[in-house]
């Protein structure tokens, strides 16, 4: 056994033995000490542990500190957070036991770009996905406080993690008081309110700031601000970012407000924004009607119809070799064309061994490489090809006798399946598709409900930005995000049918303070209640509508129904 471990021979413990952990090698090394990955002997699995200092483990304070934040980080239990799993120790070393995660930080991704920045659409595909592992964490009232691309990992089947969560800032903070050395973060990261006190106290904006620098340095290559002071001035204000789209760039720099009333007020607001770049991308790239919801990374395992998607993607590429397709021409990098039939090849020794999962990430790398050249086209005509056979199925299927819940579930199946699937990906007429596919589950779930005082005729209701949402019964952590319409038909007894969904969207004043739920994922309607709407003051709209409250188990939500003609 290894015993009295100095923190400063870390290289000591690569091949011993810690307790029931086998020490394999170093994977990082910080300020306040080394991270190791190790094998479990006993659960037989890969782990990572972060060595205690002394320092902190001999103060019974400082300690106690620490396990609290410890508690309070293994509570955190999320797909894109690095999962805390324990404190323990053997011969009087104290570590920290974590998730091992098989990635590279997104501070070693950038660096092997010869720019050091990234494409805009991987960046918000990665920050969306950070940004609901920190919405997760201040749930449970944990703040990072060290948010940056070293903390951002990337694992190898592309899901993003985030690192350190509370316990790296309450360990540096700890040997800060203990020894007087140190810093409680990464000052280019850091807020405002960190460096000075005359911004406040801090609380969960200073995660938003970090998320902020954070984005800003993916895009531009560097971070906003070149020293402590420009931080904490407020005439210092950041170069504008340049080569992305409008909306991405006020969301960084609200982010950045120094000004903590105008910046962000928490991380659900900077999703609900992120969730609209996706489509105002698919506006300017296929026009209005092409707009439909974005959906997140399939995790479940993929259907049957999944495998012969990757089996038809490999008929193609064994049948015609990429080169014989003028892919060189498409590709101008050799190195990129590499990696492109590098990614392809995983993708579908991936599939071959029934790991969807990875599959899917790998197709996303080769479609972000893809995406900057003549690939695209091709990659857009496989998926079309795809999605258009199964939705064909699907209809089908519901034009026949099977049970309604039969039906329910195959449009369900239909909709997971291609939830990853970004809107650069497939033409309009695809979307079209699988908007048609999302109208029918709509019209199979939605059940008739009778209102009183209803105008006969057409009814819309218009749905604005959606917050994350959990509904007892449903899977937990099911996200709505778009903005949609769906269309009622009032009958003579007045009755609310749905007739259709439709994606070209609404672009609502803020008076209207919509919090809704898609109705796809309505089980049953019930509470129904009419009021005018009204705005921020309270006061009542005057529009020709009405504020319908949906109550669904225990949770409520309203929509405003419009009345046409």
Known sequence: MITGIPKYMPDTLVGQRLGKYQVREIIGRG??????????????????????????????????????????????????????????????????????????????????????????????????????????????????????PRNIMVSADGQVKILDFGVSHRMTRSMTELTGWGATGTWPYMAPEQLSNNFGRENQQVDVWGFGVTMYQLLSGEVPFKDRQQIVDLKENPFPLEG?????????????????????????????????????????????????????????????????????????????????????????????????????GMAEEAAARSDYAAALAYLDRAKAIAATSRLKKRTREISAELIKTDSRQIQEFIQGQAPREEKIEKCRQFLEKYKDFSDLDVNSETLAQISQIRSLLVQLQAKSVTLSHLPKGIIDSYYGKIRRIEIPGLPRGIQVLGRIRL????????????????????????????????????????????????????????????????KVGTFQSKIILLHEG
């Open 31 to 148: 300020g306040m000490g080394v991270v190791f990955k190790v094998w479990d002997t006993l659960e037989d699995q890969a782990k990572a542990i972060k060595m205690v200092p002394p320092e902190l483990a001999s103060s019974p304070l400082a300690f106690e500190e620490l396990k609290r934040e410890i508690s309070l980080a293994s509570g955190i239990v999320h797909p894109n957070v690095v999962n805390v799993l324990s404190l323990e120790a053997q011969d009087g070393q104290y570590f920290i036991v974590m998730e091992y995660i098989s990635g590279e930080s997104l501070e070693k991704k950038i660096a092997r770009v010869e720019d050091r920045k990234l494409p805009e659409a991987e960046v918000i595909r990665i920050m969306k996905k950070a940004a609901e592992g920190i919405i997760e964490a201040h749930g449970k009232n944990v703040i990072h406080r060290d948010l940056k």
């Open 244 to 344: 992305i789209s409008k909306k991405t760039s006020r969301i960084v720099m609200k982010c950045l407000q120094k000004d903590r009333e105008k910046r962000y007020q928490d991380m659900r607001e900077v999703l609900e924004d992120l969730e609209e770049v996706k489509i105002e991308a698919a506006e300017r790239e296929m026009g209005v009607w092409a707009r439909f919801l974005e959906w997140p990374r399939v995790i479940a395992a993929a259907t049957v119809l999944l495998a012969l998607f990757f089996l038809f993607y490999a008929l193609i590429l064994n049948r015609t070799s990429p080169y014989n397709l003028d892919t060189a021409a498409a590709v101008e990098k050799s190195e990129a064309r590499r990696e492109y039939e590098g990614y392809m």
């Open 487 to 550: 269309r009622f038909q009032v009958t003579e007894k007045g009755q609310l049918n749905p007739l259709y969904i439709d994606d070209t969207g609404l672009n609502l004043t803020d008076q209207n303070q919509l919090k809704t739920i898609n109705t796809m994922i309505i089980k049953k309607l019930s509470g129904i209640s009419l009021a005018p709407p009204r705005d921020k003051s309270g006061s009542p709209v005057k529009v020709k509508a009405w504020e319908v409250t949906f």
